[in-house]
Nanobody, 122 residues
Framework: QVQLVESGGGSVQAGGSLRLSCVAS????????IGWFRQVPGRERVGIAS???????RYADSVKDRFAISRDNAKNTVYLEMDSLNPEDTAIYSC?????????????????WGQGTQVTVS
């Protein structure tokens, strides 16, 4: 059974940085499209970054130039490096995977999900 486990969340002051990790089991991240999403309680989950099997990336405008998605195939892990964080970035961050279909930031396009990690910026 495919599992995705996020880590690296926490509390940080505005202007700070965090790196989130998404470790996959069963699924190979080098052969999947991996997306990062975030959700504020009471609001919709929003896609913010995705990476393709060949290393292509896509970002939401709200995080472009501040966040970077990357992958370590040997560790079967996808990262989200977040810089210049501000309070509006506070949310639960989740990674998701799908095995085809192209880069997407749409929640409905992904069928494997992690449980999420909390990021709080004050």
């Amino acid at each position: 059974q495919v599992q995705l486990v996020e880590s690296g969340g926490g509390s940080v002051q505005a202007g700070g940085s965090l790196r989130l990790s998404c470790v996959a089991s069963v699924l190979s991240v080098s052969r999947a499209y991996i997306g990062w999403f975030r959700q504020v309680p009471g609001r919709e989950r929003v896609g913010i970054a995705s990476i393709s099997p060949i290393g292509g990336t896509r970002y939401a405008d709200s995080v472009k130039d501040r966040f970077a998605i990357s992958r370590d195939n040997a560790k079967n892990t996808v990262y989200l490096e977040m810089d210049s964080l501000n309070p509006e970035d506070t949310a639960i961050y989740s990674c998701a995977a799908r095995t085809g279909g192209g880069l997407s930031l749409l929640e409905a396009d992904y069928y494997y999900w992690g449980q999420g990690t909390q990021v709080t910026v004050s």
